[in-house]
């Protein structure tokens, strides 16, 4: 086999445009490999990636030494110590079962009335512009807007959150960034955690019954749990709830743009759409990378891993493989047979799945329905941000033909009741992928 070139490439925004042909290469070349430029190894196949993902032999724990962290990252680093996405079995399990309640498909179902009144409110505000960017305008805010509600967060509150959840995630997403963003992004990181502190404890203001926030401050009061968990895994739920559905949406969107047939076939076939979710999650997952450390020495697909060298698992790169789908590369919503990986696998398998595809759901039937000539505005290319782990757009414009002053398609409301597009058998499983840690590419 012929060495492969190193994963960091795909930091190259001309990379970025074509990044499923990049990893084809990587793979042809060797389907796991050693990265000199990374110092990691990285598995790109999905046999190897499948595999590894719960691997007993392979652990999550990213800080064994807080010490060996870059010290303007070492607060950032402590708070995420404690978040399940970094922990094993016991801890792993535990602090999973704090909040899993919350995440449940019959709490899911229950957000089904704040997702379509939030959907429909983004839609009937953009419908008579007939322009929109669905990052900046439908991608990012209806996300943060279910996770604040799932927290009772106050309204008010809201943009102080988002302000401090894009320079965690941009710290977690990105290990190459200079001393003053990973800075910032501890202290962001510690305002989010005094917030939410503050709030959990807030006497005067009772939480919303039914309401993580609820939960959350019943198990405070009533256990010994240790409060620092408790507000470190609550900003976890904040920054992944909402910044990988971001990446979802925007990516289902741009491939269901770049396919009008697909798109034209999910409008005559709305049964399709819980397969189309699938699909469009395997085909640009809003999270790229799984990390892994070994915990000892140990063989991986033929390939000899030292204890507590690093191992990449390239979910997307997977989720393209011809060996489990057939025609990677094409849209298929009637596809059959092998597990996508956007979510992970086993124990950590993302926790808010469920939410996620809901969402994701909602939104597309949406924009099908009720956007008519809904197409790319070419005079501003989509802009992907600049990641090895998240892969997402910074900027996705669209136009539409406004509704006619005798035809207001801006009345028309997203269904509240079961849709003709299937979101309610949407609701088995969701989107909050891994995480990586700091100073490391990616981290699940």
Same mark, same amino acid.
């Given at each position: 086999?012929?060495? !492969? ?15 499923? /042909? ?14 000199? &430029? ?23 724990? *990213? ?8 010290? $303007? ?50 839609? &009937? ?5 007939? %322009? ?18 799932? =927290? /009772? ?8 959150? @988002? ?6 995630? $941009? ?5 190459? #960034? ?6 910032? @992004? ?37 256990? /010994? ?15 992944? +709830?909402?910044? &990988? ?8 969107? =741009?491939?269901?743009?770049?396919? !009008? ?32 450390? @070994? ?7 033929? %390939? ?15 989720? *393209? ?9 094409? =849209?298929?919503?009637? *596809? ?18 469920? #939410?996620? *595809? ?12 009720? =956007? ?7 005079? &501003? !290319? ?39 597009? +299937? ?9 909050? !992928? ?11």
């Amino acid at each position: 086999m012929s060495t !492969p070139t190193s994963l960091l490439r795909a930091f190259r925004p001309q990379v970025q445009e074509r990044l499923y /042909d990049f990893y084809e290469e990587l793979r042809s070349a060797d389907d796991l490999f050693w990265d000199r &430029t990374l110092r990691a190894w990285v598995a790109t196949g999905h046999a190897v990636v499948s595999k590894a993902v719960d691997a007993p032999g392979l652990s999550s724990v *990213r800080y064994a030494d807080i010490e060996d962290v870059p010290e $303007e990252l070492r607060p950032l680093a402590q708070v995420l110590s404690r978040q399940m996405l970094y922990n094993d079995a016991p801890d792993h399990p535990r602090l999973r079962a704090l909040i899993s309640k919350a995440f449940t498909p019959r709490a899911v179902r229950t957000l089904r009335g704040r997702i379509v009144e939030a959907v429909d409110r983004i839609i &009937t505000q953009a419908a008579p512009t007939g %322009r929109m960017d669905i990052v900046a305008d439908l991608a990012r805010p209806l996300p943060l807007t279910i996770i604040c509600d799932l =927290l /009772d967060v106050p309204d008010q509150d809201r943009p102080a959150l @988002a302000s401090w959840s894009e320079p965690v995630a $941009e710290a977690i997403g990105n290990s190459r #960034l200079d001393a003053d963003r990973n800075r910032e @992004a501890s202290q962001s990181m510690t305002d989010m955690l005094a917030y939410f502190r503050e709030l959990l404890t807030r006497p005067d203001t009772p939480p919303a019954p039914h309401t993580l926030r609820a939960l959350v401050s019943t198990q405070a009061e009533n256990t /010994d749990q240790d409060l620092d968990e408790l507000l470190a895994n609550c900003a976890l739920l904040l920054i992944a +709830g909402h910044e &990988t559905t971001t990446h979802f949406i925007g990516n289902a969107t =741009l491939a269901l743009l770049r396919h !009008p047939d697909a798109a034209d076939r999910l409008r005559r076939r709305p049964d399709l759409m819980p397969a189309a979710v699938e699909e469009l999650l395997r085909y640009d997952a809003p999270v790229q990378l799984m990390l892994r450390r @070994a915990r000892h020495d140990l063989d991986l697909s033929g %390939r000899s891993i030292a204890e507590g060298q690093t191992v990449l698992l390239v979910g997307g790169a997977a989720n *393209r493989d011809p060996a489990v789908f057939p025609d990677p590369h094409v =849209l298929d919503f009637e *596809r059959t047979g092998g597990r996508h990986m956007a979510f992970g696998h086993g124990p950590h398998f993302c926790l808010g799945a469920a #939410l996620a *595809r809901l969402e994701g759901a909602i939104v597309l039937e949406a924009l099908l329905t009720r =956007l008519p000539g809904l197409r790319l505005d070419d005079t &501003t !290319p989509p802009q992907w941000q600049r990641s090895l782990n998240f892969r997402g757009l910074t900027r996705l414009d669209v136009a539409f033909t406004p509704p006619s002053d005798d035809h207001d398609s801006g009345n028309q409301a997203v269904p509240t009741t079961s849709s003709p597009y +299937g979101v309610d058998s949407a609701t088995h499983a969701g989107a909050c !992928p891994a995480r990586p840690g700091p100073g490391h590419v990616a981290g699940a």
